[in-house]
């Protein structure tokens, strides 16, 4: 008798498993209505941001703010240094010198991903830490084509006040050392976010 019930139990439990797992299955994901989702997300309307900031990349001396991570044995062969990688904590600064005041971070990897000039893979976030946008972040993720001013990179999404970002940021080489590489860039950025 004692094995009956022990049997009906565990059927009981197997089958309600199997309901919760079934259920589990069917509502992993939700759908909303746009007018739903600025309602729920606290979104409000639309604005356009414009920024304008200094990037400075500095692979040299005692304190890089961008060191090399990976090369392959080929690329001290390549004239573009094709296959490098590099991690970088850049300042964004007000003003082009390395004094002018800070107003955020360029934080992430870029790599030389052309053969046939200096064309950089940047996925980077721009953490700023200076006023109204302190703790917001936009992310870029393109394609820099070094040499070349201006440049576009896509504004691929935010946080904090850049929630849900899109939008475009212009480079400009403001200044680059062809003896250490390091580099200060002008960046113009437009962003689209709630």
């Known amino acids: 008798m004692m094995k009956v019930v022990i049997l009906v139990m565990l059927v009981c439990l197997l089958i309600e498993a199997a309901i919760c797992v079934e259920g ?3 509502n992993w994901s939700t759908t909303q209505h746009e007018e739903d989702l600025h309602v729920n997300l606290g979104l409000g309307k639309e604005k356009v941001t414009r920024l304008h900031f200094y990037f400075h990349d500095i692979i ?3 304190k890089p703010t ?7 044995n080929t690329t ?3 004239p573009y240094l094709f296959g490098v990688l590099f991690m970088a904590d850049d300042v964004l600064t007000v003003g082009p010198e390395s004094t002018s005041k800070i107003v955020g971070r360029a934080q992430g990897l870029y790599g030389s991903a052309d053969q046939q000039e200096l064309g950089l893979v940047m996925a980077l976030t721009l953490h700023f830490t200076e006023g ?3 703790g917001s972040n936009l992310s870029i993720l393109g394609r820099n084509g070094a040499l070349h001013s201006p440049r576009e990179l896509p504004i691929v999404g935010g ?3 850049f929630r ?3 939008g475009v940021a212009i480079a400009n080489t403001y200044n680059f050392n062809s003896t250490t590489g390091d580099a200060v860039v002008e960046y113009n950025v437009t962003a689209i976010h709630y």
């Not at 961008?66 to 392959?72: D, V």
């Open 132 to 134: 109204k946008y302190n």
């Open 24 to 26: 589990d299955d069917q």
């Open 66 to 72: 961008a060191m090399k991570i990976a090369q392959p």
């Open 164 to 166: 849900f970002a899109r």
């Open 159 to 161: 946080t904090g006040l």
């Open 60 to 62: 040299s001396g005692k």
């Open 76 to 78: 001290n062969n390549s």
